[in-house]
């Protein structure tokens, strides 16, 4: 288990995750206007999930690791950590979507603008 931490190691997530990043944003050099901001936006939202994610899971298996040396206080505690780590995660990638589907919205004017904003904040949770 200890070995998968060291794998996981938050030094060696950011090069691939920015790396797919960088190739997810250069797909969309292709588009203009509101289609390439859009398109960013959800080049974004994917780093956001993924980082978001491999922290939850990084926190998850450190007090997963800590827990195995201790004892059953220690295995609940492990246990809300890695709760907590992954409801922070859900949080994250929910902020990142509602970032996507208001852009999406930029493309529409008025009334109906705002409409489908307040429909992605209620669909996001805001």
């Known amino acids: 288990m200890l070995h998968g931490i060291a794998r996981l190691s ?3 997530l950011p090069r691939p995750l920015n790396s797919r990043y960088a190739v997810a944003e250069e797909k969309c050099d292709d588009s203009a206007g509101n289609v390439k901001d859009v398109c960013e936006q959800e080049a974004q939202a994917a ?3 993924a980082e978001s994610d491999a922290k939850a899971q990084l926190k998850a298996s450190k007090a997963n690791v800590t827990a195995g040396r201790e ?10 950590t890695g709760k907590e780590a992954r409801h922070e995660a859900a949080d994250e990638k929910r902020e990142a979507d509602l970032s996507v589907a208001e852009e999406k919205c930029n493309a529409l004017a008025g009334d ?15």
């Open 47 to 49: 780093l956001v999930g």
């Open 71 to 80: 004892s059953a206080a220690a295995h609940m505690k492990a246990k809300k």
């Open 112 to 126: 109906t603008r705002e409409a489908c904003v307040k429909e992605a904040k209620i669909h996001y949770g805001k």
């Open 10 to 12: 938050c030094r060696n």
